[in-house]
Every structure is written in C-alpha cells, then in structure tokens.
C-alpha cells in the first residue's frame, strides 16, 4: 500500500481556546475506554491545574497554558486529543525504553497496530502520524515539559518509516548501543527508495522499497515473513528477481526470517553475518553482555511472532 507524504492536522488558537474549556467527567472515562476498546487501562487527561481531578480508572497530567497550541488537537468541542508528539513524551516518562521505542517506531512509522490482540489483523497500514524530526521541535519549543531530557535520550534510537511491529523490533535490536543490549550496529534507512534507472550503474528502471537499507555498505536487509514469502510461490519468485536485480545495482540482499530472530543465539548469528557484510567484526562480549542482550529480546519480541501479516510500505 502506497501512501503520499500529508501534513498532520496542527492546533490552532482556536483549539487551544476550545480545549482550556474541558473538564473530565466519569462519563469522559467511559467514553475514551469505548473508544480505545481498554476498559481496564486507566485513561490519561491532559488537563489545566485548576480541572485536575480524581476518577476513578483515570489519570490527570497538568498543561500549562502556555503549552496548549503546541499540544493538542480538538477534534469538536468535547473531544481532543494530545498531539502525537506529546503523546510520545508522556509515554516516554512511564514505560521502559523498549516499550517507549516501539512507540516512537510505530507513531514514526507506517503501521499502527490493532486495538485488540484478538482482531484479524494484528497491524494495519497507515500514512506516518509524525517524524523524530517534528517531536524533537515540540520538546525544544517547551523545555518546561517535566522529564524533557528522557524523552531525547529515548528519540535519540527512533528511526521513521518502519513498516511493520518486526522491522521496528529488528532495527531496535541492531542499532541499540551495547550497553542497552543492542549490537551497536549503523542506522539503516527503512522502506528506502530505489530507482534502479538512477542507482549507480543503471538498471531497469524498476522501483525497489528496502526493508533496510545501509547505503554506505550497499546493504538491504528484508524481513520475510513465513506466510507472505514462503508459502506463496508467485511471491517467491518475485523475491528471488529482485535479489538478482538488486544484486546487479551492487546492493547485496540479506533475508531475515521469524527463525532467525526467535531466540538470543539466533540474533546473534543474524546480527554477526549483517555486521559481516559491512564488515565490521561484531564482538558479542561476555556473559554480562550476553545478559543484557537476552533481556532486550525477551522485552522486544512479541511472544507470538508478528509473521501472519504482509509488511506494509510507505512510499514517499
């Protein structure tokens, strides 16, 4: 699925006006949990200090006025909402890094992900809600924001356009400094475009979008997932023209498949042979390393593998 670049609906005055009149209201909780389809998750408010309250099975935040045309969007006057980029900073400051990642990959990115594990389709396609580029203007625009500092050592690993829950896991795992039991690896860019006409030593004219992509190694690394590429010969077939094509551009195509991410050991053999092709020796450290490693792969991957559902591609 291909989506164009759009600008976001930005706040005005006239929301900012609009909003300072809200109050939460318990009917404002039932509501809001209808409509995330969470009713045991307490719901968030953003509030003005002089409409902080109690309810229960909710939570206020205090806005200060000066704040509220950078923070909000109203939709009507009884519903409004943080603006994505706030909602990032808020959730930056209340969960753990990994979970805070995927968040920013997945705002930054081209999916958003059911509202329920029970849905039939675990991620859905969509138009990119923001950039790291844009909440990093919001966070510099309102240094007052509580904890500001912890959500730019978080945006600092966010990378947009990822297409799917495994591409933002993946990259997460590979990028992350080693310290935070990553490998260290260089950024790639996601869902990169290729004109093959335009690439070097020319080609078909045929338009390529990379899962990964190094340009500086001539590197591209795509998820293949087991129900899309496997068992779909058409598919496979596809796949295996574009790795030639790719091949004849001097890109070299690595595959990664839900085996080769399912376990720690696993990741590291997939992690050493991407760090081998842009050669660079990966040096996985000791058990104190390992340790680490485990614990952000236990925290990443889902237990059930995102595999039952095609990538989808934001195509700028």
Request: proline share 8%; aromatic share 8%; with cysteine.
């Amino acid at each position: 699925m291909r989506f164009e670049k759009t600008t976001p609906k930005q706040p005005t005055q006239a929301s900012g006006a609009a909003f300072a009149k809200m109050k939460p209201t318990v009917q404002a909780v039932k509501s809001a949990q209808a409509l995330t389809n969470q009713p045991l998750e307490p719901i968030h408010f953003l509030v003005l200090r002089e409409h902080r309250t109690e309810l229960p099975c909710s939570c206020c935040h205090v806005a200060l006025p000066q704040t509220l045309l950078d923070t909000v969007v109203v939709f009507s006057d009884s519903i409004a909402c943080t603006s994505p980029e706030l909602t990032f900073h808020y959730l930056c400051d209340t969960m753990p890094l990994a979970s805070a990642l995927e968040i920013g990959f997945e705002l930054c990115g081209c999916y958003s992900l059911a509202s329920s594990p029970q849905a039939d389709k675990p991620f859905l396609p969509r138009a990119p809600l923001t950039s790291p580029d844009a909440i990093l203007e919001v966070i510099e625009r309102n240094p007052q924001l509580k904890n500001h500092r912890n959500t730019l050592k978080v945006l600092r690993y966010v990378i947009p356009n990822s297409g799917s829950p495994m591409e933002t896991c993946l990259v997460i795992v590979l990028t992350l400094p080693k310290r935070l039991g990553g490998y260290g690896l260089p950024a790639p860019l996601l869902n990169h475009k290729i004109v093959a006409s335009n690439y070097r030593n020319g080609g078909t004219g045929n338009v390529y979008y990379i899962d990964l992509f190094w340009p500086e190694f001539n590197l591209a690394v795509e998820y293949d997932s087991d129900v899309y590429h496997f068992s779909n010969p058409a598919q496979s077939r596809r796949d295996s023209e574009r790795r030639l094509n790719l091949r004849r551009l001097g890109i070299e195509t690595l595959s990664v498949t839900s085996d080769q991410v399912r376990t720690t050991a696993a990741l590291d053999k997939t992690a050493e042979a991407i760090a081998s092709a842009m050669g660079i020796r990966l040096r996985l450290g000791d058990s104190a390393q390992r340790e680490k490693r485990a614990a952000l792969h236990s925290a990443i991957f889902p237990n059930t593998i995102w595999d039952n559902q095609v990538p989808c591609e934001c195509y700028f």
